[in-house]
């Protein structure tokens, strides 16, 4: 079964660092998606991107944040200047349509700030 | 600003039992619900959904129910496993607004099934 493969799976920085975390979505989606699940906290919408550009952001998705596509298989997230704050699991997901559709997720980036 | 909740963070039931997981919501514009499973160092699997125009789906031994005027939803394991520990989380997506169908996740309960 075709799945989110996400990379690297644990990631330490720096406080003021900058960190990519990639991702490869299943190649025939359409839609793509950031999560974060801060420890012991829910599971939380950061981005959705669609046709190169992003269709909704939260308030979580700061100017320090941003995403792309930079070639037919890649993701990334971006964050240019870490705080201790983003220290989290980040979760990639995919899907091939919109509402109600099921979102396929990897097994996510534990990011570590120190 | 919590549109989903999970009130229950953990459930335990012996094995063979039904498990209830329950899930209340408070935007009404929501139109879709899921069920997603997640264990340890994995990302969140897709388990059942529901749409606004039904009150109960069916998947072998899960069942959500959907009870709009009460904006609650629950999640029925019969009969439960051991595999079937892990944290359940229930989210809701809809086409209103700005928003595009991304997924609001509730805080997820934890079930433990006893062998």
């Known amino acids: 079964e075709p799945e989110v493969t996400q990379t690297p799976s644990h990631q330490v920085t720096q406080m003021g660092q900058e960190v990519i975390l990639r991702c490869v979505p299943i190649?025939?989606?359409?839609?793509f998606y950031w999560y974060r699940q801060i420890l012991g906290q829910k599971v939380e919408f950061l981005v959705s991107f669609y046709n190169n550009e992003i269709s909704e952001k939260s308030e979580i998705f700061d100017d320090q944040f941003s995403v792309e596509r930079p070639d037919g298989s890649n993701f990334t997230l971006k964050i240019r200047s870490t705080k201790l704050e983003d220290s989290a699991m980040y979760f990639c997901?995919?899907?091939?349509?919109?509402?109600?559709?099921?979102?396929?997720f990897g097994s996510g980036t534990q990011l570590s700030v120190l | 600003d919590q549109q989903v909740k999970q009130n229950s963070p953990s459930l335990s039931v012996q094995e063979g039992r039904i498990s209830i997981l329950n899930c209340d919501y408070t935007n009404s514009m929501f139109d879709y619900f899921l069920w997603y499973k997640k264990y340890p160092a994995e990302g969140p699997t897709f388990l059942i959904s529901i749409s606004s125009i039904k009150d109960k789906n069916e998947d072998g031994r899960f069942t959500v129910f959907l009870n709009k005027s009460a904006k609650h939803l629950s999640l029925h394991i019969v009969p439960s496993q051991p595999g079937d520990s892990a944290v359940y989380f229930c989210?809701?997506?809809?086409?209103?607004?700005?928003?595009?169908?991304?997924?609001?996740f509730g805080k997820g309960t934890k079930l433990s099934v006893k062998p």
């Open positions: 997901a995919s899907s091939s349509g919109t509402v109600g559709e099921k979102l396929f």
């Open positions: 989210a809701a997506s809809g086409n209103y607004g700005g928003s595009q169908g991304n997924l609001i």
């Open positions: 190649s025939n989606h359409l839609y």
